[in-house]
Structures are given as C-alpha cells and as structure tokens.
C-alpha cells in the first residue's frame, strides 16, 4: 500500500511534466488511431462487398466497355442468379468540386442484387417505374439538401451531355460500412439516350454485376464466363467483388505503404517523449534511489518502481487517447467525406492503441530502470543531480 | 547584457541523452512534414513538366481526362488543318490525333495489376513532345503492331522490356524500344501506331489532338475557333494547364493528409520540448539565480532559455530535412486518382520546402520553450540562490 503511494507521488512529484507527458502520448496516439482509421476507411469498399456478387469487366481494363449483348450469354451459365449491365457515369454536378460516385445499373433486379441498400417499398416502386429517376445514399442527400421529388442534372464527362434526373428514392445503409454516398440511375436510360446522340457508343457497358446463388463456387462460376468471351473481340475479366474492390486499393498501394510507415514513425515519437521524462525522472531522483538501496530495497524493486510509474503515465495518456478518437474521428469524416464516405473507428484500431500504450509504458522505463538498478550506491550519492 | 550563445549551446551538449530523445521527436515531425511537402511538390513537377508550354490540347467537351476524351475522325482533322498550328518538318502541321487507352498489367513489386496508359501516336507526336527520347532499341515502325515502353513501364512492370511483347486486343504487340521521357507522366506510358491500336481496341475515335502553334501568342484565337464551332463539341487548353490540373486531386489529398498529421504530431513534440525544457529550467535553479546575481536582466535569462530550445528545434529540423532529403533518391509510383492510371514520381526537394520546414521546427522550439523560459525568467534572485 505505502508503494503504491509512493509510485503514485513520484509519478506526480512534476505535476506539470507528468500532466505534458500524459498528453503528449495521448496526442501521439490518437494521431496513431487516425491513421489507422484511414486505413480502414481505404479498405471499406473491400469489407462491404458481398461474397454472392461477381463483377465481369473488359479483360484489358476497367475503362474498355463490353457489349452488352454478353448479357444473355452469361445469364446461362450454371450458378448465375441475377446478371445487371452497369458502369461508372463520372457525371458532375455542378462543378467538379461537388465530386461523388455515380453509376448507371440495370433495375430490374436491383434491390435484390443489393440487399444492403434499404428503401422502402413505396419509394422502391417509384423508382423502378420512373426511368428517368435516380436512388441515392442518405450522407448525398444530406450533403446537397436533395429530397425526394427534386431534380438533379449530371454533366457528363464520358457521356456528353446535360442528364437530368427525378430523386424517386433515397436509401439506408444496412451495415455501418455500406457507402450512402453513391447515386445510381438506370441504364435504360442512358442507352435511350446515347442510341439518339451517338449511335456508335450505344450497346455498351462497363462491367455486369453478377448475383450468385452459391458463393463457394465462385471461382468456377468465373472461369466459365470468362471461357464463354475467351479469342472474342471482348475478353472478359470476371472476379469476385472483393477481389475486385482490392484491385482499387492496390493501385494506391504506394500511398498505403506510406501511411503505415507514417504510423510507425508516431509510435515512435511517443517513445521518444516518454522515454525522456522516465530519463530524467530517474536521473533527477538517482540519489533517493541510493538512499532506497541502502534501506535494503533491491535492484528488481526499484525497477519495478520505475515501471509502474511509467506504465501510469502511459495508459493514462492511452485512456485519453480511446476517449478522444472517436468524436475527432466524426469530425474528421465530414471533412474528408468527399475521400472517404465510410470513417469510423474499428475495435481493432481501440485494441492496437491499448497494446502500443502498454508496450510504451514498458519500453520507456526499460533503460532508465537499468540503470538505476545497475548503479552503485556510494557512485548515486557522489552524484549531484 | 545578453548571456553567450555558447552557455545554451552547452547546456544541450551537457545533457546528451535528453537533448538526443527530444531533438529525435521534433526530428521524426519535421520528416514527417518535409516527405509530405515533397511527394505533393514531385506530383506537381512531374506533371507540369509533362507538358510543354507551345502545345495546346484538344479534348470533347466536358471531359476531365483524355481518357475520357473522345474526338470523331472528321471533328479530329478539321482542328488539326487550323491555320493557327505551325508547320512541321515534314511540311504537314505539326499536330497528332492521338488515342488513349488504359490497360492492366502486372507491377512487378508486388504482382498486383494497375493500369497504364497506352497512347497511340502520329509521327507528330514525338516532334510535339521534345522530352521524349530513344533510350534502347528502336522506335516502333509505323503500320505495324510495334509498340515502345516508357523507362517506368519498362521498370516496374512484369514482362515489359524488349524483345517481349504484350497480348491484348486478340493480339502480340512487340516491344522494340525503350524511351525516357524524363521525370514525366510519359515515361509511366506505353506508345505504339493509333492506326493499329484503335481497332484492336474497338475505336472509331481518337481522345485528343495534340499541336504545336506557330507562336505561344495565337492560343487565345486558337481556342476561341475550335471551341465556337458547334460541329467539334471540343474544349482546348494549354498543355502545361491541364496536366497541372490532372494533379490537382492528389495533390490536395496529399497536402491535407500530411498537413493535419504534422500538426497532429507538432504537438507532441512541442510537448516533448516543453517537458525538456521545464526540467531544465528546474534543474538549474540555482544558477539561474547567480545569473541573475551577476547582473544579467530578466530579459536576457528568457532569450537564454529560449535560444535553448530555438536550438533543439534546430537540430530536430536539420536532423529531419537531412533525412527526408535521402527521400529524393527515390521514386514513388501510385495511380493517379483523376486519370486512374499509374503514374511514377519522384519524392522532390524544393527550396521552399527546406524554408517551410526548418521555419516550422524553429517554431516548434520557440512554443514548446517558451513558457518554460519566461519560468525561468520570472525567479526571484534570493529564493533562487537559497536553493544552491
């Protein structure tokens, strides 16, 4: 009991520097978290995507489109439940600052296709029947005030053009990670409309959206689409969504690999913080701990004086750091909603600091507590601090 | 009367370890800030330089990239027939309908596939392009599938050098020569014959006209002819322009990535040097006061303490510009976001960069040492000497 008396008072002997340290790590921390929660935030895409969906592309890239004529073809092969043609529009609205995603999809199966986008049954009904109509996420219509019943008129950067649409209906997401930021509208339309513009690009899309009725054949359910295009003019690319999704992350792989590296350079700084204030706690306080050794207190006592202190200091900072990530996350996600339209802290993300707190506190008190165990009584009382 | 610059000085050398931990800290901010500053400022070089001041592009109206871009044949040869464009050597203008395609093919660090751009040219298109030279091999032969490979591609990718040849379009294109386009986008390119590579791809139409103007002057009549003909649905911009623009989004992702975490992280290390420097101010208490006692102004106790940890800040920042500054030996290559395709830059150390960052490490030093000096500063003599 007297110890822990004690190690508590020393740890707060400098209140102020023990305060400065406690928040210093609690800082580095949190900085740690948020990298941590960007990373996630990259890889939110690959997490939301359903085991049951497939995505067939151009074989050569995602920019080449298929005819849409595969359509038929792919919808006899063994284990394919729903085939919807689809693609990226890249429309704009208004100017480029207003950036969000945007996709045509056929709506036929549409709700069944993705049962993760919640609408309800009359606003589903009014926008299937509407074709010139389009669904969007709640955070898009949150962020430009749409309602239901508003028009919204794209630009479009790969299909000339001014395109109005009517809002019909406006989903949840289902999970946390499902993205409410996306628009998507109907393919009828869009082809309507490029068959009177410009004939030649009519017919296309940009990838067809696979529902499965068994996941654990995906793969073989992917080579035989693909086996079907194989020496055609399009060859086809077909891979599961979560492959797919990861293709879009490993091209920013560089930028990933960047991030960690970051991340690790904070952890480092933390110890660099705490290790000095343990260093100069234990070298300000070298001549009590001799008059301790005299007393009879050995070397393992003493560190473990050492360390306890430190640890204090280190998970109180690390407590600071939970407490205060997951509203500086918030803030975080409405700046940063036009990159990143999933941002929130993952349990994983709260265990890893927790653990990196920990080894703190340990590390930090590693050499000063050496030391002090390693030094001789008659050398401490000949110093002066 | 000031106190000597060297008695600061000493008092970081005296105490080794601590001076090394906090001036590491600010060390790790400052390399931090200055890669951050470097990656965005290496976008942006790679990307102006990419296109040159004479030139101006055309694309579809609307579009943001030539991928996006889509010029029909007729629309393509009436901008290119333009009087405004100078006359190249072979006395044909000096314009190039070009088509831009994305393919995938597989990084070689890490097997991953990533989209690169594989541009089909006009004989032009190399006169337009005055970066782009031969580096091995031998230019692809016009009419045929050949098809040359920018230094990056040749590079970073799997089964790109000479002697090899890509399969896509139900076809081999071989690779016969290698071309270095400086610190360019080009040299993140593929080119080969837009005659061949458009039907292989399914294409009537180019992405864009490139041309060269007969003086810098005439863009302005240039743009307001192609752009007023309803006919040709086009935009132009100037070369250099729109590539700069084509960085803007990573560029601003960059910035305000890096930007918020050094901030992040100052704080820390404005920490690190506060707690250093009350520790310091406490454990010289006593000499404070015979400072004081020899005649020395409160004034010149504070520019003491604060010339103290100016200096720590000093050396965290020369120490983390020293290390970032190894960075530019490096080349960086993600996918461009707005173009999605990939682009290799390298890490890039400006002037002002070297400024901004070691202005911000002195910053760092004189917040985190300040109040601990004006402590300092604030000691009543007589307690002070009581305490020795």
Do not use: C
Not at chain 1, 371 to 378: F, K, L, M, N, W
Not at chain 2, 74 to 82: E, F, G, H, I, L
């Amino acid at each position: 009991m007297l110890l822990l008396r004690l190690i508590l008072l020393n740890a707060f002997r400098h209140r102020l520097r023990a305060v400065l340290t406690i928040v210093g790590v609690a800082v580095a921390l949190t900085a740690f978290g948020l990298l941590r929660t960007v990373l996630d935030a990259w890889h939110a895409g690959v997490e939301a995507s359903s085991a049951n969906r497939l995505v067939t592309r151009n074989a050569v890239s995602l920019t080449q489109p298929l005819p849409f004529a595969y359509k038929g073809r792919i919808r006899q092969v063994t284990g394919v439940d729903i085939v919807a043609a689809g693609g990226w529009f890249g429309g704009v609205y208004l100017d480029e600052k207003n950036f969000f995603p945007n996709f045509v999809v056929e709506t036929d199966d549409f709700f069944r296709l993705y049962p993760e986008l919640i609408v309800s049954p009359e606003e589903q009904k009014a926008f299937l029947t509407d074709r010139k109509s389009a669904v969007i996420g709640r955070k898009l219509a949150d962020r430009f005030h749409w309602r239901i019943g508003d028009t919204v008129t794209l630009r479009g950067t790969i299909y000339p053009g001014q395109w109005p649409m009517t809002i019909r209906a406006i989903y949840k997401g289902a999970r946390p990670d499902t993205d409410e930021t996306v628009l998507y509208f109907h393919y009828g339309y869009l082809d309507e409309t490029m068959k009177k513009r410009s004939p030649r690009r009519a017919g296309q899309v940009g990838f067809f959206m696979i529902g499965i009725r068994d996941a654990t054949r995906a793969a073989e359910i992917s080579k035989d689409i693909d086996a079907l295009f194989r020496n055609s003019q399009a060859e086809t690319l077909t891979e599961t969504e979560r492959a797919f999704q990861l293709g879009f992350v490993a091209m920013s792989e560089a930028i990933l690999l960047a991030i960690t590296a970051v991340s690790y350079v904070v952890i480092a700084i933390i110890l660099a913080i705490a290790a000095n204030t343990m260093a100069m706690s234990a070298r300000e306080r070298l001549g009590e701990f001799a008059v301790l050794k005299t007393l009879g207190f050995g070397a393992p006592a003493l560190a473990g004086m050492l360390l306890a202190e430190s640890m204090l200091l280190a998970l109180a900072g690390t407590a600071l750091a939970i407490a205060v990530l997951p509203p500086l996350a918030k803030g975080f996600a409405v700046g940063l909603a036009q990159y990143f339209p999933i941002f929130f802290v993952s349990p994983t993300t709260i265990i890893l600091q927790a653990a990196f707190g920990l080894a703190v506190g340990v590390l930090a008190a590693a050499v000063p507590a050496w030391r002090v165990s390693a030094v001789r009584i008659a050398d401490a009382f000949r110093r002066i601090g | 009367m000031a106190v000597p610059l060297s008695y600061s000085w000493r008092n970081l050398v005296t105490r080794r370890l601590t001076t090394t931990l906090t001036a590491g800290g600010m060390a790790l901010v400052v390399f931090v800030f200055t890669a951050t500053l470097m990656l965005a400022e290496g976008l942006r070089q790679t990307l102006v330089s990419t296109g040159s001041p004479g030139n101006v592009i055309v694309l579809r109206k609307g579009s943001e990239t030539e991928v996006q871009s889509g010029l029909e044949r007729v629309q393509a040869s009436a901008m290119t027939a333009r009087a405004e464009i100078a006359p190249g050597g072979d006395g044909r203008p000096l314009a190039a309908r070009e088509s831009v395609v994305l393919i995938g093919l597989t990084k070689k660090s890490t097997g991953k596939t990533s989209n690169v751009v594989i541009r089909g040219v006009e004989p032009a298109s190399l006169a337009l392009r005055g970066q782009v030279r031969l580096v091995s091999g031998r230019a692809p032969q016009p009419g045929t599938p050949e098809i040359m490979v920018g230094k990056a591609v040749a590079k970073g990718f799997a089964g790109a050098e000479i002697g090899q040849s890509l399969r896509f379009g139900k076809r081999e294109w071989p690779i016969v020569g290698v071309f270095d386009a400086g610190s360019t986008g080009f040299s993140s390119e593929i080119w080969g014959d837009a005659d061949q590579l458009m039907p292989a791809f399914g294409r009537n139409a180019y992405s864009i006209v490139v041309a060269g103007l007969r003086e810098p002057g005439l863009f302005d009549a240039f743009k307001e002819a192609v752009e007023a003909d309803p006919r040709l649905q086009a935009e132009v911009w100037r070369e250099t322009r729109y590539y700069e623009k084509q960085s803007d989004m990573m560029r601003k992702f960059l910035t305000v990535l890096g930007v918020s975490l050094t901030l992040i992280f100052s704080l820390g290390a404005m920490i690190g040097a506060m707690i250093t420097m009350y520790a310091s101010v406490a454990g010289r208490v006593a000499e404070i006061g015979t400072l004081r006692a020899l005649g020395f102004t409160r004034g010149a106790v504070l520019l003491a303490f604060l010339a103290e940890s100016t200096l720590l800040g000093l050396i965290g920042g020369l120490a983390g510009v020293g290390l970032a500054a190894g960075l530019s030996f490096l080349t960086f290559s993600t996918t461009n976001f707005q173009t999605f395709s990939e682009l290799a830059f390298r890490f890039t150390l400006a002037p002002w960069i070297v400024a901004l960052s070691l202005a911000f490490s002195l910053f760092m030093g004189v917040v985190g040492g300040f109040l601990p000096a004006l402590r300092a500063s604030r000691l009543g003599i007589v307690e002070a000497l009581r305490e020795a």
